[in-house]
């Protein structure tokens, strides 16, 4: 997932075997607020992340906010009804498409018995 890549650093990170010792005491440390999340990697390089359940709880809310921000965003920008491509733009789409297929437009597309070819 390179592409999701943060720009926020770990102050400190513990590696997966000190992890591995002491999760009884990082999951104390969790749930009593003491830490917000503990960074678990190797070489410099984050592999994990550990936070406690509340937190994991806060970021679902927060995506889920996040998600119907994004939804709504997309619903004031769509077309109303009555806008976008009038019937007969709709109906010259259409009849370009099967001319494109009746003239070979369609090669390599193999058919099956319900798209009216024979498999």
Avoid: C, W
């Avoid at 999951?27 to 607020?33: A, K, M, N, S, Y």
């Avoid at 709709?90 to 070819?117: C, H, I, K």
């Amino acid at each position: 997932m390179d592409s999701m890549k943060s720009n926020v650093t770990p102050s400190e990170m513990i590696s997966p075997s000190r992890a591995a010792g002491t999760l009884g005491s990082l999951v104390r440390q969790l749930t009593q607020e003491q830490s917000h999340a503990i960074v678990i990697g190797e070489e410099g390089v984050p592999k994990a992340v550990l936070i406690s359940f509340s937190g994991f709880q806060r970021l679902l809310e927060a995506a889920g906010a996040a998600d119907a921000a994004m939804v709504a965003d997309r619903l004031v920008s769509a077309p109303q009804a009555g806008e976008g491509l009038s019937n007969a733009a709709l109906a010259q789409l259409v009849a370009d498409t099967e001319y494109d297929a009746a003239a070979g437009g369609a090669e390599g597309v193999e058919r099956g018995p319900d798209a009216g070819g024979g498999a």
